[in-house]
């Protein structure tokens, strides 16, 4: 058997490691397109809050500094999160790339992490944003209900339980979460628009930034998402010029950033 059959038996024919960030308001259908970029690129799904727990747990010296600021009732400083991102991103689980989820949540913090990736050589390849309008939102979430068991997530149009209010799981009675209702949703909204409209023009700036339509049924929208990767994959890719700059652009930004 040649090579590459073997490759493609064996889906080594995928292990270009894979850089991305996903950008999403709540029930966009994010947490889905991250479970599938997870598995099928065999990347590791970093999220801030996930990172910053597990510092504050394994005591590191940069978890110990969150955890002090945290209890003192302030903010971690971006400084510290992305010095904790540069660790994280290093890591073994990291060999076949990485999908960001929640980060960055500011212009600061994009232009500090490309200068970041820029410095490793590891820049991003793209950036998904999953676009939905409000009104859409609104009505997706209010339909959802969640499995107390196991986490799983149906929606009453479109994707119903098998059994009307049972987990297909576990059997399971299925909850609508309080934090689904729309007074909490349209809040979460407004506050997810006033902190990720600059990131996404950061990024749009520099040329990485994807956007697909979210109102689509969740396979199409699957199907648009891996066209894109691939196509930021492909070496002959615009993107490549667009990133040079940025790099240049935005390495002095990063480093006045982070003091
Ligand atoms: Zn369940």
Do not use: W
Request: hydrophobic fraction near 40%; charged fraction near 25%; proline fraction near 5%.
């Amino acid at each position: 058997m040649s090579v590459i059959d073997l490759r493609r038996l064996t889906g080594v024919a995928r292990q270009q490691a894979l850089r991305i960030v996903l950008i999403g308001p709540p029930g966009a259908g994010k947490g889905t397109q991250a479970a599938t970029l997870k598995e099928r690129y065999g990347l590791a799904h970093v999220s801030t809050g996930d990172m910053l727990r597990e510092e504050v747990r394994r005591q590191s010296p940069l978890g110990s500094q969150a955890r002090a600021l945290m209890a003192a009732g302030k903010l971690v400083p971006d400084a510290l999160i992305l010095d904790m991102m540069a660790q994280r991103l290093q890591q073994p689980d990291v060999s076949r790339g990485f999908l960001l989820d929640g980060f960055p949540r500011s212009r600061a913090q994009g232009e500090a992490l490309v200068a970041m990736l820029a410095a490793q050589k590891q820049p991003l390849h793209t950036v998904v944003q999953l676009d939905l309008q409000d009104e859409e939102i609104v009505r997706r979430l209010s339909l959802r209900r969640s499995c107390p068991a196991c986490g799983r997530v149906y929606h009453l149009h479109s994707n119903p339980p098998t059994l009307h209010g049972l987990c297909d799981a576990d059997g399971s009675a299925l909850v609508h979460r309080e934090d689904d209702n729309e007074v909490t949703i349209r809040t979460r909204l407004s506050v997810f628009h006033e902190q990720t409209e600059p990131v996404i023009e950061f990024f749009r700036s520099i040329g990485l930034l994807r956007r697909v339509d979210a109102s689509l049924p969740i396979d199409h929208v699957e199907h648009l998402v891996e066209r894109l990767i691939q196509g930021a994959l492909t070496k002959s890719s615009p993107l490549r010029t667009s990133r040079r700059l940025a790099v240049s652009k935005y390495r002095s930004l990063g480093r006045s950033l982070r003091g």
